[in-house]
C-alpha cells in the first residue's frame, strides 16, 4: 500500500509558478509508476504529467514546455513545476501511483491516489 499526500496549491496570477509536492508513505515508490492528475469544475479527471515504470516522462499536450515532473527518492516525494500558469490550469491536482499497467495516461490505471490540492490561477 501507498499513502500519498499532495501540498503546495494556491491561489496565483496568470504567468506565475507553483511547485506541487507529493510525499509518499507506507512504502517508497520504488518500481511504481507516479503521476500527476487534474480535474476542473464540471470536467473529466485529465492526466497531465508521468514517470512511467522505467522512469521516463511524459506530458499532456496542454503543459508540454511549461510544467515539469521530478522527484527526489531520499525524500519519496514527486514534484510538479508548473510555469507561466494560465487560467486553464486551474484545477484540482491529484497525484497517483500503479505497480502496473499499459498506459501511463489512463485513470483507470491507477490504484493510489492522494486527496488533492488546489491550484487557481487568476487573469
Known amino acids: 500500500q501507498v499513502q500519498l499526500v499532495e501540498s503546495g496549491g494556491g491561489l496565483v496570477q496568470a504567468g506565475a509558478s507553483l511547485r506541487l509536492s507529493c510525499a509518499a508513505s507506507g512504502r517508497t515508490f520504488t518500481s511504481y509508476a507516479v503521476g500527476w492528475f487534474r480535474q476542473a469544475p464540471g470536467r473529466e479527471r485529465e492526466f497531465v504529467a508521468v514517470?512511467?515504470?522505467?522512469?521516463?516522462?511524459y506530458y499532456a499536450d496542454s503543459v508540454k514546455g511549461r510544467f515539469t515532473i521530478s522527484r527526489d527518492n531520499a525524500k519519496n516525494t514527486v514534484y510538479l513545476t508548473m510555469n507561466s500558469l494560465k487560467p486553464e490550469d486551474t484545477a484540482v491536482y491529484y497525484c497517483?501511483?500503479?505497480?502496473?499497467?499499459?498506459?501511463?495516461?489512463?485513470?483507470?490505471?491507477?490504484?493510489?491516489w492522494g486527496q488533492g490540492t488546489q491550484v487557481t490561477v487568476s487573469s
Open positions: 514517470f512511467d515504470w522505467t522512469v521516463n516522462t
Open positions: 497517483a501511483a500503479t505497480r502496473g499497467g499499459s498506459y501511463y495516461a489512463d485513470v483507470a490505471e491507477y490504484d493510489y
